[in-house]
T-cell receptor, first 113, second 116 residues
Framework: DVKVTQSSRYLVKRTGEKVFLECVQD?????MFWYRQDPGLGLRLIYF???????EKGDIPEGYSVSREKKERFSLILESASTNQTSMYLC????????????FGDGTRLSIL | AQKVTQAQTEISVVEKEDVTLDCVYE???????LFWYKQPPSGELVFLIR????DEQNEISGRYSWNFQKSTSSFNFTITASQVVDSAVYFC?????????????WGAGTKLIIKP
């Protein structure tokens, strides 16, 4: 089974802090994704990566950056956290064939105070 | 443009009832993939099924079944003899191939409540 591990289940940070959310997958997948999920807004793609050191913006990249230095790890960075970034963050990974599903981690509930 | 519509925001049924979750999609591609995911209250998204556009066979897995109809652009999900553990938010999603960078177009989700 595919295992996608997010570093924290719950995280509380303060406004202005630099926040790192880590995601690791164990299936040698080429593609990795970061989403945020908010009530009434569904799942929105922040960034994705299709290879090491490669990244592409999703629908809502503002206020975020990402890093993929190794194939198995995809990090989401909030450069200066703000209260409107309080949300559920979900990481996913996917193999290189188009019809393969995305597999998700357990999610990180991030609160910015 | 591609789009996935789950018109049912919330459904509530009593345990053991059958329930169908609707999913209607829009795409200009002839090759595409449809997915269903389950998100229980604990939060993780669990992959349930994938269907390719060129395979219109319906599928049954235990109490779960899926009805794919290209003529109506629908990919509906039925739970037979529902159980409390089926309570979750269910998402339908669409992926066009290739060239979509493997992004999924998500429906808004249907919250399913199974009452004991």
């Amino acid at each position: 089974d595919v295992k996608v591990t997010q570093s924290s289940r719950y995280l509380v940070k303060r406004t202005g802090e630099k926040v790192f959310l880590e995601c690791v997958q164990d299936m040698d997948h080429e593609n990795m994704f970061w989403y945020r999920q908010d009530p009434g807004l569904g799942l929105r793609l922040i960034y994705f990566s299709y290879d090491v050191k490669m990244k592409e913006k999703g629908d809502i990249p503002e206020g975020y950056s990402v890093s993929r230095e190794k194939k198995e790890r995809f990090s989401l960075i909030l450069e200066s956290a703000s209260t409107n970034q309080t949300s559920m963050y979900l990481c996913a990974s996917k193999g290189g064939i188009s019809n393969q599903p995305q597999h998700f981690g357990d999610g990180t509930r991030l609160s910015i105070l | 443009a591609q789009k996935v519509t789950q018109a049912q925001t919330e459904i509530s049924v009593v345990e053991k009832e059958d329930v169908t979750l609707d999913c209607v999609y829009e795409t200009r591609d002839t090759t595409y993939y449809l997915f269903w995911y389950k998100q229980p209250p604990s939060g993780e998204l669990v992959f349930l099924i994938r269907r390719n556009s060129f395979d219109e066979q319906n599928e049954i897995s235990g109490r779960y079944s899926w009805n794919f109809q290209k003529s109506t652009s629908s990919f509906n999900f039925t739970i037979t003899a529902s159980q409390v553990v089926d309570s979750a938010v269910y998402f339908c999603a669409l992926s066009e191939a290739p060239g979509s960078n493997y992004q999924l177009i998500w429906g808004a989700g249907t919250k399913l409540i199974i009452k004991p």
